[in-house]
């Protein structure tokens, strides 16, 4: 055999660390080493080799060989039966190394146009992706044109206020606006008019409902929201006809406060607010009620008031209204009316009545006349009146290019009668016109008054 090969018949000289045969007693060096008297035994842990020598391709296969066969036994053990393929969700291995430990989460679901985020170095800070930016509000001046349509002027036999429409047949008003009236008549924003009957009302949180028989398609309405989610600082729109003639005004403002009067909650607001302006709506930046406009401290800056829009919520569905919470107590507020009047505006209220009750007596003289008037035409006038445009024909007494014709002979003191009663009728009205103006009643006011009973005429002031 070899002297390289490993086998029990050789041993390695100590002294020049040759292999010489167990049974030679001189190695080639010259030393004596002896000779082995029992060569099939295995030498001492003296004599052995060291593992380096050892080590061989053929120990290197069987070990090799040894390790695939336990591989295979290993393989074949029986063990539990695995769960079905299908119920067995996908799972993605996540190194939690800190504890040294294999966690197994479900690997969630992507799209298929979905992209795999890079991984995150070890000690990096993972930056959150940004969130979806909010939907934006329209621009105010879109939203007070869309809800503009929505908003009314409500005239009664004592006065103007503002209402807004909730729904196609129905608006919502004060009841200090429509006062003890049944029935009331609204200005559309086109200034169509239509009559409405007060279908309930809540003197208590002074809000009044409106019914309208004949309700117009694609009529805008104003959702009511809540004043309890308003906040202190939050902007708010006021629409209404201000000064009762200028209609579909509008302001802006924040809520100041959420007070209470008695069971009413109210919001306080800076929006400028003036008589006529009542009734309508106080908005918050999206176009809804947040409370319909009541009062206001005259003379005081920025101290207007809106009665909660849950108070009308309630009323319109036939409910009890809600006493909410105060949020902000004012016992200073219960005794604060529907409207605080300063003492020229209780004149002008004052006026505004007195001409009312004036040009009606005037109306029931003027239908008289009328009557009169159309005898004489009759029985002593030949010739054509030009009456385009007027309430009454008799108006062309006061225009000599109206009159285009003769008086029959013998008709001439009828004919001085008739002007003598026109005449007082002109000035009747003349003068309870000039009593209004004296009240402080604005000139759209009067003007509108007089056409309201069919006094008005520029001719008067000839």
């Known amino acids: 055999m070899p002297e390289t090969e490993s086998s029990g018949f050789s041993r390695v000289c100590s002294f020049c660390g040759?292999?010489?045969?167990?049974?030679?007693?001189?190695?080639?060096?010259?030393?004596?080493?002896?000779?082995?008297?029992?060569?099939?035994?295995?030498?001492?842990?003296?004599?052995?080799?060291?593992?380096?020598?050892?080590?061989?391709?053929?120990?290197?296969?069987?070990?090799?060989?040894?390790?695939?066969?336990?591989?295979?036994?290993?393989?074949?053990?029986?063990?539990?039966?695995?769960?079905?393929?299908?119920?067995?969700p996908a799972l993605v291995r996540a190194i939690d190394e800190s504890a040294?430990?294999?966690?197994?989460?479900?690997?969630?679901?992507?799209?298929?146009?979905?992209?795999?985020?890079?991984?995150?170095?070890?000690?990096?800070?993972?930056?959150?992706?940004?969130?979806p930016a909010a939907p934006s509000l329209p621009?105010?001046?879109?939203?007070?044109?869309?809800?503009?349509?929505?908003?009314?002027?409500?005239?009664t036999s004592s006065g103007r206020g503002s209402g807004f429409f909730?729904?196609?047949?129905?608006l919502i008003t004060n009841v200090h606006v429509v006062g003890a009236n049944s029935s009331v008549t609204i200005r559309r924003m086109g200034g169509a008019t239509a009559p409405?009957?007060?279908?309930?009302?809540?003197?208590?949180?002074?809000?009044?409902?409106?019914?309208i028989s004949s309700p117009e398609a694609g009529q805008a309405v104003i959702s009511l929201g809540s004043a309890l989610n308003a906040r202190v600082g939050q902007d708010v729109i006021a629409i209404g006809s201000a000064l009762g003639t200028l209609q579909n005004t509008v302001t802006r403002g924040i809520i100041s406060a959420l007070r209470q009067s008695g069971s009413a909650t109210l919001i306080q607001t800076d929006a400028a607010v003036n008589p006529g302006n009542s009734g309508g709506p106080l908005l918050d930046r999206a176009g809804v009620?947040?409370?319909i406009t009541t009062m206001g401290y005259s003379g005081r800056q920025g101290l207007n008031f809106a009665v909660a829009a849950e108070h009308a919520k309630a009323l319109l569905e036939g409910r009890p209204v809600p006493v909410a919470a105060p949020v902000n107590r004012g016992d200073d507020l219960r005794a604060l009316s529907p409207t605080v009047p300063s003492a020229a505006e209780q004149v002008r209220t004052a006026g505004a009545q007195v001409l009312e009750q004036a040009l009606t007596q005037l109306a029931r003289q003027s239908q008289v006349m009328d009557d009169y008037w159309a005898r004489f035409r009759k029985a002593c006038y030949e010739g054509r009146v030009v009456s385009a445009g007027l309430d009454h024909e008799w108006f062309a007494l006061f225009d000599d290019r109206a009159m285009q014709g003769a008086v029959a002979p013998g008709c001439g003191a009828t004919f001085a009668d008739v002007r003598k009663r026109a005449t007082d009728l002109r000035d009747a009205v003349i003068a309870a016109d000039e009593a209004a103006r004296r009240a402080g009643i604005y000139p759209g006011v009067r003007r509108d008054t007089r056409r309201k009973y069919r006094l008005d005429y520029p001719g008067f002031d000839r």
């Open 100 to 131: 040294d430990s294999t966690l197994l989460t479900p690997a969630p679901a992507l799209p298929a146009d979905a992209s795999v985020p890079a991984p995150v170095p070890s000690g990096a800070v993972a930056v959150p992706p940004p969130l």
């Open 289 to 291: 009620a947040l409370g």
């Open 196 to 211: 409405a009957r007060v279908a309930a009302s809540s003197p208590e949180f002074d809000i009044a409902v409106l019914k």
């Open 166 to 170: 909730v729904s196609a047949d129905t």
């Open 139 to 155: 621009s105010l001046e879109d939203v007070v044109s869309r809800i503009m349509p929505a908003v009314v002027l409500v005239e």
């Open 18 to 88: 040759r292999r010489v045969p167990r049974k030679v007693a001189v190695c080639r060096c010259g030393a004596e080493i002896g000779e082995d008297q029992n060569p099939l035994e295995t030498p001492t842990p003296a004599a052995q080799p060291a593992p380096s020598s050892i080590s061989s391709p053929a120990v290197l296969i069987v070990v090799a060989l040894v390790t695939v066969a336990l591989g295979a036994f290993w393989m074949k053990r029986p063990g539990p039966s695995p769960a079905p393929r299908a119920a067995v």
